[in-house]
Structure formats: C-alpha cells, structure tokens
C-alpha cells in the first residue's frame, strides 16, 4: 500500500498511526491488534498453524503495535498463552488490555458470567495466564443474558483496581446510558463496541468518547468484509491510495475520530503487515464524505 496519492510509500509502523492515551499514563499507537483470530475456527481451541500465531504477535511489536487486546476466553486460554508464549517477558511499552463478563460453553457458545466472584476469578485468571502482576485494562462486557446489574459488575472491578489488580477500567458492548452508569461508578478510560465503516450502530457512545477523549475501540474494524454497502465508492479510494478495501476501512475508522483505536486481528504475518501499511493514510473531508452513507444496512 502507498499512502500518498503520488504513489509515493510510507515507513510501516503503527506509530504512523498518532497515539491515544488511556487515562492518563498509558500512551499507546493508534492501530492495535486483537487476538480474536489467533486460536482455531470459532476462536475455540488451537491455531491452525501455532507458530505462525505467535510470529504474528512478535511481528506487530516490531511494527510498532503496543497495544493488544485480547480474552480468557478467546480459545479459551488459547489467545493468552499465545501472547505469554511469544511475547513474555514484555516491552516495557506494551499494553495488554482483556476482558471479562463472558464464558465459553462446551459446545462453543458464549453466554454471560458476571457475578462478582467470577469477575474477581476472571482478572486472576488473566493474571495468571499473562504473567501479569497488575492488569493494564479490564473491559467489563455486558451480555444480554446476564442476572446481574451491570453496575454492580462495573463496582466488582473497580474494588479489584482498589487492591492493585487492575490499573484501568473500560467497558464493552454498551449503550451511552450503560456507560453513563458505569462512569457513576468508577472512571472509564476506554469503550469497545461493535462499530465499523459499515455498521455505525452507536454513534452517540462515539460521540461522547471523543468529546470526553474516552479511547473508543472499534470491534470487527473491518467489517467481517461486508463492504458492499458502498457500491464502488471504496474502489475509488482504493485505487487512488493503492490500497486494498479493509484498508480503505482502516483508514477511515483512523480519520473517523482522534481517540479511534482500532485493533484489527489477523492470523497471518502478510495480513498484519497490510493492516499496519493503513496506519499512515488520513483522509480529507471530501473522502470522508463520499463514505458517510451507506446505500443499505
């Protein structure tokens, strides 16, 4: 990918990317990655190919990523040992943000577990398996299903950061009145919602996050590939950035909003690499225009 449109390339790093800061001592690059992708079909069990995996996470703190957001649950266990495996002991620069509120059944499914005795066995769990002494960012994710308050689970975690296990706390999956609440609890330093170029559901948490520099991370930052909705409007801007489509949604997600950390999530060392070539291109207002309106959702 080139970033200029006179064909001329860019260094790859994600420092190309701006940085964003979470609270007020993590600064962390703009483009992250998430390990969603790293264990097996369904994010259950081990990687096709386990020491491509671990090259992949080694190859994104080469290129500057130092912010990698990942789960207990996420295989389960898998994604965490993989990060441990390939990357322990730590950049003193990196930040590994997980999260909790969610289990794994046995036939894969996903369902909520947010009582406050399995939060607090969670954050240890995560400890445990990352080798961390202190987690740098809890996400407390809501799930539909859940019997308890969202509140009092937000409450759990932040009397395990009054104890020293969590630094930061953020919050997943919410609606601006669930994050209202959260903050009544406790400071929130970062949202992770589902939101895309194609799928804006939730501009209004968007907003607010921007306003307040809230860092807002992006879930499935390239919309699971469903960039039909533009016709050929992302094919122009392909064309003249020389980039492909899901880096087209990269950099529209970086221009969207200045705390915008996205965290695309890749298998592959080569797909990582065109995920991070995104990191340097902004673009104007008039292309962030021809992109503001889907033709369908």
Same mark, same amino acid.
């Given at each position: 990918m080139t970033s200029e449109k006179n064909g001329e390339p860019k260094e790859l790093s994600a420092q190309a990317s701006g940085t964003v800061t979470l609270g007020k001592n993590l600064v962390v690059n703009r483009l992250g990655f998430g390990t969603m992708r790293l264990p097996g079909p369904g994010v259950w069990g081990e990687p096709t190919h386990p020491t491509e995996a671990k090259a992949v996470l080694q190859r994104a703190v080469e290129l500057g990523v130092n912010f990698i957001d990942t789960a207990a649950y996420y295989g389960p266990e898998v994604a965490n040992r993989l990060i441990q495996e390939a990357l322990y002991p730590y950049p003193e620069e990196l930040v590994i943000a997980t999260k909790v509120g969610a289990k794994r059944g046995a036939d894969q499914s996903w369902s909520a577990d947010m009582r406050p005795e399995r939060l607090r066995a969670a954050c240890e769990e995560n400890r445990r398996q990352l080798r961390l002494e202190s987690l740098h960012l809890v996400h407390c994710r809501y *799930?539909?299903?859940?019997?308890? #308050?969202? &509140?009092?689970?937000?409450? *759990?975690?932040?009397?395990?950061?009054?104890?020293? @296990?969590?630094?930061?706390?953020?919050?997943?999956?919410?609606?601006?009145?669930?994050?209202?609440?959260?903050?009544?609890?406790?400071?929130?330093?970062?949202?992770?919602?589902?939101?895309?170029?194609?799928?804006?559901?939730?501009?209004?948490?968007?907003?607010?996050? &921007?306003?307040?520099?809230?860092?807002?991370?992006?879930?499935?930052? @390239?919309?699971?590939?469903?960039?039909?909705?533009?016709?050929?409007? @992302?094919?122009?801007?392909?064309?003249?950035?020389?980039? &492909?489509?899901?880096?087209?949604?990269?950099?529209?997600?970086?221009?969207?909003?200045?705390?915008?950390?996205?965290? #695309?999530? &890749?298998?592959?060392?080569?797909?990582?690499?065109?995920?991070?070539?995104?990191?340097?291109?902004?673009?104007?207002?008039?292309?962030? *225009?021809?992109?503001?309106? #889907?033709?369908?959702?």
């Open positions: *799930m539909e299903d859940s019997d308890v #308050p969202f &509140t009092e689970a937000v409450g *759990m975690l932040a009397e395990l950061q009054r104890e020293g @296990l969590i630094r930061h706390i953020g919050v997943s999956n919410v609606t601006l009145q669930q994050l209202r609440a959260a903050q009544a609890v406790t400071s929130i330093v970062s949202v992770q919602n589902f939101y895309n170029v194609a799928f804006r559901q939730g501009e209004d948490v968007l907003e607010v996050c &921007t306003r307040e520099q809230i860092a807002f991370i992006p879930a499935f930052p @390239l919309a699971m590939g469903q960039f039909e909705h533009f016709g050929n409007r @992302l094919d122009t801007l392909s064309q003249r950035y020389h980039a &492909t489509t899901a880096q087209i949604a990269l950099a529209w997600l970086l221009t969207r909003s200045p705390i915008m950390l996205p965290i #695309p999530g &890749t298998s592959l060392r080569l797909h990582l690499e065109e995920n991070i070539a995104a990191a340097s291109v902004r673009f104007t207002e008039e292309e962030m *225009m021809a992109l503001e309106h #889907p033709i369908s959702l």
